[in-house]
């Protein structure tokens, strides 16, 4: 369907938006806003209709929406003072004035718009991963992987993971492979883990920001989506405020903005506190105590074969020593007053019943941020399984949010 408004054209079939004749590069989520006002021309669409129809109901911040707004006024020739083409209706919504012409049948009747391809799996490439080596501004090495295809995405690096074992995991296999259809995915072992360096001189908060900056530049990437999950969220955020130009998307999972042994919550404090203590005792130990604390909080849905890879993965990744002190230095990281500086357009992605880092640590990264959506996922893993509904919900949410 083409449809002719003002001095523009907007072409639903080949997604494409032109100006007096000339193409204009509209984001997936603002060309869907403009189809769905042209569609809807002289009614007044409020905040409701927007987050049903171009959200498809996920929660979204004013600020967010108001955002696109803004674009779809720049990608039509309009502005915020001007409001020719696209109107705002003080405390109810928006109006869309023009009057519009369909060159091709009856624009009251919507053709369905595609915000998604799937694209051409080489089975070889998703079979595959690369390992390198990188120096951190210290000199610390850091490993990391190059995995899939498609657009470039780098995750930041969490406590508790090993480049190897993580590819053979029926725990991140799964996740990798099916991330691994629509990125070309960089992920690395931060400091004191895996195949990176485990001698730690400085655990400091800026060390870990400039893992993530050495890694992303051995990448070779100019532009990315920065992934993040747990206590890898708050090194992301200072990365996209130090770097705004060279992300093109935040996405995080079960992360928080407060470290759990800062927050203002002394019940949060001590259980971290007792965390560290099990730790000590307990690493990489099949039946104990910690082990068992673990797996009830991190995967309590998990089967026999993901628990015990979680042994094994404690075993080979770092020392009970390296575990304390890295999960320590996690627990005290505060971005809290980073957030209102991040512009880049985030989406969050928090379990609802998320035993490791509480929903309203999500919250407080989506209501801290900007121009950011929040989906609330069903499941109380904090590693979303292949096994769980919420599987499937989380990439559809991803591969939306990503589209380019």
């Known amino acids: 369907m083409k449809y002719r408004f003002d001095d523009c054209e907007l072409d639903t079939d080949s997604r494409e938006l032109t100006r007096n004749g000339d193409a204009i590069a509209v984001e997936p989520q603002v060309f869907d806003l403009l189809v769905y006002l042209i569609e809807n021309p002289d009614r007044l669409i409020n905040h409701s209709d927007l987050i049903e129809s171009v959200w498809n109901g996920r929660i979204v911040s004013d600020s967010a929406i108001a955002a696109r707004i803004s674009a779809a006024r720049k990608a039509v020739g309009d502005s915020g003072k001007e409001q020719r083409v696209i109107k705002t209706v003080s ?32 089975l070889q490439a998703l079979d595959h991963q690369q390992i390198h080596f990188c120096k951190s501004a210290d000199g610390t090495r850091i490993a990391y992987a190059r995995t899939g295809q498609g657009v470039p995405l780098v995750r930041t690096g969490h406590w508790l993971t090993h ?13 990798l492979d099916r991330m691994g259809r629509h990125f070309e995915v960089v992920r690395y072992d931060q400091r004191g883990c895996g195949l990176s360096d485990w001698e730690l001189s400085d655990l400091a908060f800026e060390r870990f920001v400039e893992d993530l900056e050495a890694v992303v530049d051995a990448s070779g990437y100019e532009r990315f989506v920065l992934y993040a999950t747990s206590q890898g969220v708050p090194v992301a955020v200072e990365y996209a405020v130090r770097h705004p130009e ?43 105590p910690f082990l068992q604390a ?21 075993r080979l990744t770092t ?12 627990d005290s990281f505060d971005v809290a007053d980073r957030l209102a500086r991040v512009a880049v357009k985030t989406l969050v992605m928090h379990a609802a019943n998320d035993g490791v880092h509480p929903v309203a640590q999500g919250r407080e990264i ?8 929040f989906v609330l996922l069903d499941s109380a893993n904090h590693a979303i399984l292949p096994q769980e509904a919420a599987w499937e919900r989380f990439f559809g949410e991803l591969q939306l949010f990503t589209a380019p």
């Not at 903005?257 to 005792?281: D, M, P, S, W, Y």
């Not at 797996?295 to 309590?300: G, I, Q, W």
């Not at 209501?367 to 959506?373: N, R, S, T, V, Y």
């Open 91 to 122: 405390r109810k919504g928006f109006r869309f004035l023009p009057a519009v012409e369909s060159l091709t049948g009856d624009s009251n009747a919507p053709e369905p718009v595609s915000t998604a391809h799937e694209p051409a799996v080489d």
């Open 163 to 175: 480049l190897e074992h993580d590819w053979h995991s029926p725990i991140w296999r799964p996740f």
């Open 246 to 288: 060279r992300v093109s998307h935040l996405v995080f999972l079960g992360g928080y903005a407060t470290g759990r042994l800062v927050r203002n919550n002394a019940a949060e404090v001590e259980q971290g506190e007792a965390i560290l203590k099990l730790i000590e005792h307990g690493w990489g130990v099949s039946g104990s």
């Open 294 to 314: 673990f797996t009830t909080m991190y995967v309590p849905g998990g089967n026999r074969d993901q628990i015990d890879s979680l042994v094994e993965l404690q």
């Open 319 to 330: 020392s009970p020593a390296n575990a304390v002190a890295i999960r320590r230095a996690v």
């Open 366 to 373: 989506a209501a801290g941020i900007p121009d950011c959506e």
